[in-house]
């Protein structure tokens, strides 16, 4: 491993900790591992400042502006008014009105704005009709979410990746299912799961195929797979995993994005994995996940909307934490 990546993933673990611990500041803790970047060499000055005069950087910050601006003159209040009083005295018609408007919301503002706005109204609505308020907000948290695909503008992580796909010259991704319309699939997905003690055995088998209107095979779809996984808590913090795909082949008709008729061939990948939940301190309800994706580096093609084969051996680290 190169130094400037070693130097990289120190910066990260550190910039993560003052993420998680807040012992100082967010926007502090932002600038300190930029500063960090460039001082270590790993970016030059122009890389560092590239971020301020970004698009997506500049609709972000407008977005939680528009955001601002519309709590601040209660014009989301008097909105979130008016869906409590849409929302009648039936259940079924609070979710009917409060589902579409919180999506429509959600996709020119901020999901959390939105969310915010609505939470007292619907508690209160729930108190008032003696109902458990997670059959409303449950509804409610949903349509936020999915208001954020409707428009790029509406999530950071769909402006950034039509950022990199223009700055890189690429097509981007071709969808799963490209064939035409009124296409049909059949097929179906099975779970099963067995816990004994602190092990846990799971197996999940997922079988899809389709056609279109006119009776051929659709090109896209993903391999039939079973899926095998085995985790063991070994201590209350601590828990390990390891998960194998196996995947059919699968027939390609020959089509204008596969003029060969090349078929997908099987494969068969093996992760694992290790979960750490610190109980006490400072990073309780924390969770962090090391994983190790395809293991054995086995190339392979995972889909066929990627463009080339998988990557081969990964090492992952995430964080997420519970408020």
Same mark, same amino acid.
């Given at each position: 491993?190169?130094?400037?990546?070693?130097? /990289?993933?120190?910066?990260?673990?550190?910039?993560?900790?003052? /993420?998680?611990?807040?012992?100082?500041?967010?926007?502090?803790?932002?600038?300190?591992?930029?500063?960090?970047?460039?001082?270590?060499?790993?970016?030059?000055?122009?890389?560092?400042?590239?971020?301020?005069?970004?698009?997506?950087?500049?609709?972000?910050?407008?977005?939680?502006?528009?955001?601002?601006?519309?709590?601040?003159?209660?014009?989301?209040?008097?909105?979130?008014?008016?869906?409590?009083?849409?929302?009648?005295?039936?259940?079924? %018609?609070?979710?009917?009105? *409060?589902?579409? +408007?919180?999506? +429509?919301? +959600?996709?020119?503002?901020?999901?959390?704005?939105?969310?915010?706005?609505?939470?007292?109204?619907?508690?209160?609505?729930? %108190?008032?009709?003696?109902?458990?308020?997670?059959?409303?907000?449950?509804?409610?948290?949903? @349509?936020?979410?999915?208001? $954020?695909?409707? *428009?790029?503008?509406?999530?950071?992580?769909?402006?950034?990746?039509?950022?990199?796909?223009?700055? *890189?010259?690429?097509?981007?991704?071709?969808?799963?299912?490209?064939?035409?319309?009124?296409?049909?699939?059949?097929?179906?997905?099975?779970?099963?799961?067995?816990?004994?003690?602190?092990?846990?055995?799971?197996?999940?088998?997922?079988?899809?195929?389709?056609?279109?209107?006119?009776?051929?095979?659709?090109? $896209?779809?993903?391999?039939?797979?079973?899926?095998?996984?085995?985790?063991?808590?070994?201590?209350?913090?601590?828990?390990?995993?390891?998960?194998?795909?196996?995947?059919? !082949?699968?027939?390609?008709?020959? !089509? @204008? $994005? =596969?003029?060969?008729?090349?078929?997908?061939?099987?494969?068969?990948?093996?992760?694992?994995?290790?979960?750490?939940?610190?109980?006490?301190?400072?990073?309780?309800?924390?969770?962090?996940?090391?994983?190790?994706?395809?293991? $054995? =580096?086995?190339?392979?093609?995972?889909?066929?909307?990627?463009?080339?084969?998988?990557?081969?051996?990964?090492?992952?680290?995430?964080? !997420?934490? *519970? /408020?």
């Amino acid at each position: 491993m190169a130094l400037d990546q070693i130097l /990289f993933l120190l910066i990260l673990a550190g910039g993560l900790y003052l /993420f998680v611990s807040e012992r100082v500041r967010i926007d502090v803790s932002a600038m300190l591992i930029l500063l960090a970047l460039v001082v270590t060499g790993v970016l030059d000055s122009d890389q560092a400042l590239s971020g301020f005069a970004s698009e997506p950087a500049i609709i972000v910050a407008a977005v939680f502006v528009i955001s601002g601006a519309l709590a601040a003159t209660g014009i989301t209040e008097h909105i979130g008014q008016w869906i409590g009083r849409a929302a009648g005295k039936s259940e079924a %018609r609070a979710i009917a009105v *409060t589902m579409p +408007a919180v999506a +429509a919301m +959600a996709s020119f503002t901020h999901h959390v704005m939105v969310t915010a706005m609505m939470l007292p109204i619907l508690l209160r609505y729930a %108190r008032e009709r003696k109902l458990a308020a997670s059959r409303l907000l449950m509804p409610m948290s949903l @349509a936020a979410s999915l208001g $954020t695909t409707l *428009t790029l503008v509406s999530a950071p992580a769909f402006l950034l990746a039509d950022d990199m796909i223009e700055r *890189t010259g690429s097509e981007g991704p071709t969808p799963a299912y490209e064939n035409i319309d009124r296409a049909y699939l059949r097929g179906g997905e099975l779970e099963a799961s067995y816990r004994s003690g602190p092990w846990n055995i799971g197996a999940a088998i997922s079988v899809v195929n389709g056609r279109n209107q006119d009776g051929e095979d659709l090109n $896209t779809l993903p391999n039939n797979r079973l899926v095998l996984s085995a985790s063991w808590q070994a201590t209350s913090s601590w828990k390990f995993g390891m998960r194998s795909t196996l995947a059919a !082949s699968r027939d390609k008709p020959v !089509s @204008a $994005t =596969n003029p060969a008729g090349e078929d997908r061939a099987g494969f068969g990948t093996h992760d694992i994995y290790a979960i750490w939940t610190p109980d006490q301190g400072a990073l309780q309800g924390v969770e962090v996940n090391f994983g190790i994706d395809n293991v $054995t =580096n086995k190339n392979y093609t995972p889909a066929t909307y990627l463009l080339g084969p998988a990557a081969g051996r990964n090492f992952k680290i995430s964080l !997420s934490r *519970t /408020f």
